[in-house]
T-cell receptor
Framework: QKEVEQDPGPLSVPEGAIVSLNCTYS??????FMWYRQYSRKGPELLMY????GNKEDGRFTAQVDKSSKYISLFIRDSQPSDSATYLC???????????FGTGTRLTVIP | EAQVTQNPRYLITVTGKKLTVTCSQN?????MSWYRQDPGLGLRQIYY???????DKGDVPEGYKVSRKEKRNFPLILESPSPNQTSLYFC??????????????FGEGSRLTVL
């Protein structure tokens, strides 16, 4: 079993839709949870991070962590064509060096 | 401009021909790392370095070497490349104090094909 599971998609939505991206994980020691966005032919960029359980909002983006279910989500409201990218979840244990990534979900927002 | 620079961006080589992918960052970051990205497997860590002269294996170190002689540079060396090392490679760096937040800064990637 992989440490982090993520549905690879692809996911296509119309402009303005609400998008939900999700990851599950198996290691209960993970405490730091991140979402990276990767545009085509580019390196990943950190979009959001949260520590432990709870929600975090940044503009149109909301990250949720449910540690009891080992489940994290990223919601994108009022999606835009510029949101078209691959979204990677990532997580880490406190004090550990290695970051475990999901395989990424490719999202296309259709104008 | 703060950035991580990798070279070459694209490379086609043949089995057994030694190659080096360079990585340089201008943010004075202590932590640097190499990942490979493959379809269906995501990003997997090859090697990382917590500081100058300090390196350690990641999840998939076989067939790779690294060195960290200067803070800004972290080259990835393939002594005898094989076709299963055909992949997209990313170098990343982070200020060590922020390592736990996961705020890695990535280069733009190096696409390597080994024939």
């Amino acid at each position: 079993q992989k440490e982090v599971e993520q549905d690879p998609g692809p996911l296509s939505v119309p402009e303005g839709a609400i998008v939900s991206l999700n990851c599950t994980y198996s290691n209960s020691a993970f405490q730091y949870f991140m979402w990276y966005r990767q545009y085509s032919r580019k390196g990943p960029e950190l979009l959001m991070y949260t520590y432990s359980s709870g929600n975090k909002e940044d503009g149109r983006f909301t990250a949720q962590v449910d540690k009891s279910s080992k489940y994290i989500s990223l919601f994108i409201r009022d999606s835009q064509p510029s949101d078209s990218a691959t979204y990677l979840c990532a997580m880490r244990q406190t004090g550990a060096n290695n970051l475990f990534f999901g395989t990424g979900t490719r999202l296309t927002v259709i104008p | 401009e703060a950035q991580v620079t990798q070279n070459p961006r694209y490379l086609i080589t043949v089995t057994g021909k030694k190659l080096t992918v360079t990585c340089s960052q201008n943010m004075n970051h202590e932590y640097m790392s190499w990942y490979r990205q493959d379809p269906g497997l995501g990003l997997r860590q090859i090697y990382y370095s917590m500081n100058v002269e300090v390196t350690d294996k990641g999840d998939v170190p076989e067939g790779y070497k690294v060195s960290r002689k200067e803070k800004r540079n972290f080259p990835l060396i393939l002594e005898s490349p094989s076709p299963n090392q055909t992949s997209l490679y990313f170098c990343a760096s982070s200020a060590r104090r922020r390592t736990n937040t996961g705020e890695l800064f990535f280069g733009e990637g190096s696409r390597l094909t080994v024939l």
